[in-house]
T-cell receptor, first 117, second 114 residues
């Protein structure tokens, strides 16, 4: 079974600075998807960024980028120019690829990010 | 376009009772998944439905069940509630039944069992 580990329960960053959230995963599969989700106090999970394992290029979405190291099974999230609205719980998630049928998202325990004004 | 709607938002039940939670997916989405979120266990997968059929099931006891209707709306039921069932229950809908498809989450139902 796949597992996802987020080793930083809490992180803080100064407004306008850069922060990196860590995520490692364990799998024997070669093809899969990795995601970062944000959960603000409203509780609604919001997709931040997605990475396909067979793509070597790191995904980028505006101020959010990932460092995907497939051999090391590492998938870190970098937030640049941090804003107060970035404060939230961040979850790393893994999803297997299957020819038919959805497979469940496997989540890490999350990292609580605080942004200091 | 309306997002994923979960009702009710909050619920308080007594041990031994049963509860039904509802999830209305985004229009056109046929896949609905349910997750339980607790401080201790984090987010755990309950089950997934696609076109009214349960496609995947997590490692939860039989007290947890679900179904999906022809309009893709889904319900989950928990019978004989236990204190440990207190959690945030999240529903996610997807358009296609494939791994790369983005899952859109609702705001959850906060269930408290007393």
């Amino acid at each position: 079974a796949q597992t996802v580990t987020q080793s930083q329960p809490e992180m803080s960053v100064q407004e306008a600075e850069t922060v990196t959230l860590s995520c490692t995963y364990d799998t024997s599969e070669s093809d899969y998807y990795l995601f970062w989700y944000k959960q603000p106090p409203s509780r609604q999970m919001i997709l931040v960024i997605r990475q396909e394992a067979y793509k070597q290029q790191n995904a980028t979405e505006n101020r959010f980028s990932v460092n995907f190291q497939k051999a090391a099974k590492s998938f870190s999230l970098k937030i640049s120019d941090s804003q107060l609205g970035d404060a939230a719980m961040y979850f790393c998630a893994y999803r297997s690829v299957r020819n038919s049928g959805n497979t469940p998202l496997v989540f890490g325990k999350g990292t609580r990010l605080s942004v200091i004004a | 376009k309306a997002g994923v709607t979960q009702t009710p938002r909050y619920l308080i039940k007594t041990r031994g009772q049963q509860v039904t939670l509802s999830c209305s997916p985004i229009s056109g989405h046929r896949s609905v998944s349910w997750y339980q979120q607790t401080p201790g266990q984090g987010l755990q997968f309950l089950f997934e439905y696609f076109s009214e059929t349960q496609r995947n099931k997590g490692n939860f006891p039989g007290r947890f069940s679900g179904r999906q209707f022809s309009n893709s709306r889904s319900e989950m039921n928990v019978s004989t509630l236990e204190l440990g069932d207190s959690a945030l229950y999240l529903c996610a809908s997807s358009f296609l039944n494939r791994g790369s498809t983005e899952a859109f989450f609702g705001q959850g139902t906060r269930l408290t069992v007393v």
